[in-house]
Each structure stands twice: as structure tokens, then as C-alpha cells.
């Protein structure tokens, strides 16, 4: 009995070697690409690297928020190698997984990860690159392939480097300009402040010849980043709900700092004060009139309740120059009163009857007088919302995702170095504020 139930068992493990030795061969026999092994080894996630995330910074549960591709399956990178060459294989798998690179195929993901384009943005006032890009800020572009500069990088790894010129430490010391290292590192301009606050600076001759691209909120610049942004709704709104029962109030101005009031607007001011009632809140509130601190919204939300008019006067009058005392009023129930942008700018690049033009007045006295034409006629009011049937204010851009698609694209025409004084402050076309009093019917 014990004989036959050891020759019984020894059938069984024979049997089991021969299937074995079977499956061993047919493994054997398959291309080597296809051998996915799933141990981890230092070249692993690059499924999140080829999609896109940062490849520091990404997590597990960045993976998991991933959207699968259309049949439901996560795209994994698999690189393999033969005896031949290296191969590079994609394929999928219904749950988010780590692939081991084979040896042979590591200079194929180094490949890869230098296309990965890496940007920084510098300031010379902290002389710290890494402080001012959130990571994974370019997660959810259309073109994601771009990451921040590492804190244990240098700038010379940076394909991008972001340049603020209004940096008041750089503009007095331009021996700080950081020096180009790599001749194919790209020098960005950026600067959102009105042209005249460089005060010629930029006319140093260590700016010239020096940026390729610009970052401005200038409408011509390689990446553009106004303030203002609208979007075309999907439908048209039939009904605003303004009530207008409330507006028993005509204008109202909000100044945070008094001391930058430039003497051009304060006059207009004064000057249409004399014909409508204008309510000032903040530092220059002859009132006491404020805006509470820890209710940042309550002074738009009792603004567009009680008032028909919000005095949007720009601290310069420059091209395109267009900040926050526009678009704050344009995203609520009132209708902003426009001084700042030149040449014709809220004609061209802002909806029909959605501001009212101070420079298309010839004084003080005839703008005053059409605010009281509005402030009796309710229809002609109303058709100052009428655009917000059709547009609805877009969030503002910090331009990065702009940036990394140009970064991207092949053959773009990457500004020769230029004359950056040229075309910040002369190209801009700034009004003096002599000549602004003279336009405004001030004399």
C-alpha cells in the first residue's frame, strides 16, 4: 500500500515538472518586450511621467485621479529591450500599476524625461527660483509635459526661466540679471505692472538682446495674461434678475491706498463730483466710508445692490493696460466707469455696452450729464448687462499652460532677442499725465 501511494505520488510530480517545463518554454519563446516585470526598481512610474505629472511630486493618488482613457483602461508606458535594440511598447491595464524598465531600455526614458520641460520663474529680491511656482501647476494643461524647477536644481536646468522686470531690486542693480548658461535656455519677460513704474530702467543696456519670449498683460505678447478673460456661455440667458428697485445710489469709487492716486484721476474725480454724487470707500474716504477686512466681498455685494455706477480709474493710461479695478465691477451688477486703456481698447476687446468709456467724453460735465440720462431710463441701463446674457467672466490665467505649449512646439518662432525698453515702455504708448489732464477736459 505505502509502495503504491509513493508511486502514485511520484506520477503526480513528474507530471507537474513536464507542465512546467512546458509553460517555462512558451514563456521563453515569447519576445522579450512582452515580458512585463512588476518588481519596483528605481525607473518606475513612468506611466505618470508620460502623462503628464510632475515627476517629483506625483503621488499614488495622483494615479488614481488620472482619467482612464475612453475603454475604461489606465495608459502604462512599457519600455522593453531585445537583443537587437531598445523598444518602446504602450499597453493598458484596468488598474493603475508600476512596470519595471529593463536595463537596456534606460536611455530610452531619459529620452522621454527630456522632453520634459522644466520651468522656473526668478526674482532677484529673494534670489530663490523655487518660490513662486506651485507644483503641479501644470497637472490639468492641455499640454502637461512640463514640471517646476526642482528645490535642489540649479538654474541651469531650468528650459524656462520667468523674469520679473518689475523687479525694483533688479531695475536698480541690473549687474543681478542672472547669466544664460545653456544657449537654447529660453528667457521669458513677464511683467503685469503699467510701464511707466520701470522709470527707464530697462534702458540699461544689460536688458537688451536678452528675453525670447513675453508674459505680459499686454494683448501682443507671446503669452498674454490679462485680467480681464470672458468666455461665450453654452446657451444664452434669457433673464439677469437684476433688481434694480435697490440701485437708489449713482456712483461709488474704492481706493485701498490714497497715496497712489495719481493727481489726473483725483481731479476727474472731483471734477464729476460736482455733477453726480460719488461715495468714496477706503483710505481717501472723506466718510470714514471702509470695506471690511475679513469680509472682502461685502463691499461688491452692497455695491452692486445699492449702485448703478463703479468709478474703474487705472493708475497709468497705457496700451491694453486693463487690472483688477475692471474686472472686479464686471463681475458683479454694476457698470464700471473705464479710465486706463488707450486706443480705442474697450471698443475692441470688450462687449458692446459693457463699459463706459471716459476718454469718449469731452469733459467731465458731458459724462455726467449721459449718467443721468442713464439713471433715468431704466431700458438704457439695462442694456449695459446685456452682454452677460451671452459672456460670463473666465478665470484669469497665469499663462503657464500657454508657456509649456509654446515650450512645446517645434519650429516656433521664438523671438530673436529684442530691445525689451522698446517694446515695454515705448511700444506701449503711455499718456503722460500732462497730457492726460489735457484729454480728460481738465485745462
Not at 434694480?244 to 464729476?272: F, H, P, V
Not at 466710508?289 to 463691499?299: A, G, I, S, V, W
Not at 433715468?376 to 460670463?392: G, I, V
Request: charged residues 25%.
Amino acid at each position: 500500500m505505502v509502495s503504491g501511494a509513493c508511486t502514485s505520488h511520484s506520477r503526480r510530480a513528474v507530471s507537474l515538472i513536464l507542465a512546467l517545463g512546458l509553460l517555462l518554454a512558451a514563456w521563453q519563446s515569447l519576445p522579450e518586450p512582452y515580458k512585463i516585470r512588476h518588481s519596483v526598481n528605481p525607473w518606475r512610474r513612468l506611466d505618470v511621467l508620460q502623462t503628464g505629472f510632475d515627476h517629483r511630486e506625483a503621488t499614488s493618488s495622483d494615479r488614481r485621479n488620472k482619467t482612464p482613457t475612453v475603454n475604461g483602461s489606465w495608459p502604462i508606458t512599457y519600455v522593453g529591450a531585445t537583443s537587437e535594440n531598445s523598444t518602446t511598447k504602450s499597453v493598458t491595464t484596468s488598474s493603475p500599476t508600476e512596470v519595471e524598465l529593463a536595463p537596456e531600455g534606460a536611455q530610452q526614458l531619459k529620452s522621454l524625461y527630456s522632453s520634459v520641460k522644466v520651468v522656473a520663474r526668478w526674482d532677484s529680491a529673494r534670489l530663490n527660483p523655487h518660490l513662486y511656482i506651485p507644483v503641479g501647476v501644470f497637472r490639468n494643461c492641455p499640454v502637461s509635459s512640463c514640471r517646476v524647477l526642482g528645490k535642489n536644481e540649479t538654474l541651469d536646468q531650468a528650459d524656462a526661466l520667468i523674469i520679473n522686470t518689475r523687479d525694483n531690486e533688479l531695475l536698480n542693480n541690473p549687474e543681478l540679471f542672472p547669466n544664460r548658461t545653456r544657449p537654447d535656455q529660453i528667457y521669458v519677460f513677464y511683467n503685469i505692472e503699467a510701464p511707466l513704474r520701470v522709470e527707464g530702467r530697462l534702458s540699461h543696456p544689460t536688458f537688451h538682446d536678452q528675453f525670447n519670449l513675453t508674459m505680459t498683460y499686454r494683448l501682443d505678447s507671446d503669452v498674454p495674461i490679462p485680467q480681464v478673460r470672458l468666455s461665450k456661455r453654452a446657451s444664452k440667458l434669457d433673464d439677469l434678475n437684476i433688481d434694480l428697485s435697490a440701485k437708489n445710489k449713482m456712483a461709488l469709487w474704492i481706493i485701498t491706498n490714497c497715496d497712489k492716486i495719481g493727481s489726473q484721476r483725483r481731479r476727474y474725480a472731483e471734477e464729476l463730483a460736482r455733477y453726480i454724487d460719488i461715495d468714496i470707500f477706503g483710505g481717501c474716504s472723506p466718510n470714514n466710508l471702509t470695506c471690511p477686512r475679513d469680509k472682502p466681498d461685502y463691499c461688491w455685494q452692497m455695491a452692486q445692490t445699492k449702485y448703478k455706477f463703479y468709478l474703474s480709474f487705472e493708475n497709468a493710461m497705457c496700451r491694453d493696460y486693463v487690472t483688477e479695478k475692471l474686472r472686479n465691477p464686471l463681475s458683479h451688477n454694476i457698470v464700471p466707469i473705464a479710465l486706463g486703456a488707450i486706443d480705442s481698447h474697450y471698443d475692441r476687446k470688450m462687449p458692446p455696452n459693457s463699459v463706459i468709456d471716459v476718454s469718449k467724453y469731452k469733459t467731465p460735465k458731458e459724462l455726467a450729464d449721459y449718467l443721468h440720462y442713464l439713471n433715468k431710463n431704466d431700458r438704457a441701463y439695462m442694456k449695459y448687462f446685456d452682454w452677460k446674457k451671452t459672456y460670463a467672466m473666465g478665470i484669469r490665467s497665469s499663462g503657464l499652460c500657454e508657456l509649456c505649449s509654446i515650450l512645446h512646439k517645434q519650429n516656433h518662432p521664438f523671438k530673436s532677442r529684442f530691445d525689451s525698453n522698446k517694446w515695454w515702455v515705448t511700444d506701449a504708448k503711455c499718456i503722460s499725465e500732462t497730457d492726460q489732464i489735457r484729454r480728460l477736459g481738465l485745462n
